[in-house]
């Protein structure tokens, strides 16, 4: 019997991966990360298939380092809902900020090697700068 192929991840999709990760309280595997996907998305995924995406290989590691080094330095919860609330608000941001600093970081890299491959091909930044060409909308062949 032949397994059915999960669809490709969409932009929202992947998005929503990202969000489940700042989100994320407690032990993270992947299984746990996969049964979180499935459960917001009803689609079944590997690790393979989440993993081949940067951002989410990159948001896994970054969010399972933040655990391991939270759990060292775990400290005792407020008692006022309104206090713990907004330090949950406050740890999920955090960790918002914080991949969103790694993926900055990874892309300022992507952004140096491709200036220094073009600059070897004898692309100016005059020819990287110059404006796009309009699309032609509204107009039949016939006008001019």
């Known amino acids: 019997m032949k397994k059915t192929r999960a669809p490709d991840l969409t932009p929202e999709l992947i998005q929503a991966v990202l969000e489940t990760l700042d989100n994320w309280k407690g032990k993270l595997t992947w299984d746990l990360l996969l049964a979180a996907v499935e459960k917001a998305s009803g689609i ?4 393979f298939t989440l993993a081949e995406y ?3 290989a990159n948001a896994f590691s970054l969010k399972k380092e933040v655990l391991r080094s939270a759990s060292k330095s775990e400290l005792a919860s407020p008692r006022d809902e ?6 949950e608000q406050a740890t999920r941001l955090q ?3 914080d991949r969103l600093k790694q993926e900055n970081a990874l ?3 992507q952004f140096v ?4 491959n ?4 004898g692309v100016t930044m005059t020819m990287l700068n110059a404006p796009l060409a309009k699309p032609q909308r509204d107009r039949t062949k016939g006008e001019d």
Do not use: H
């Open 95 to 97: 960790s918002k900020v």
């Open 54 to 56: 940067s951002e989410v």
């Open 107 to 109: 892309l300022k890299e």
């Open 118 to 121: 073009a600059e070897r091909k």
């Open 82 to 87: 309104r206090v713990r609330a907004a330090l």
């Open 113 to 116: 090697t491709w200036a220094l």
């Open 44 to 47: 079944a995924y590997s690790r």
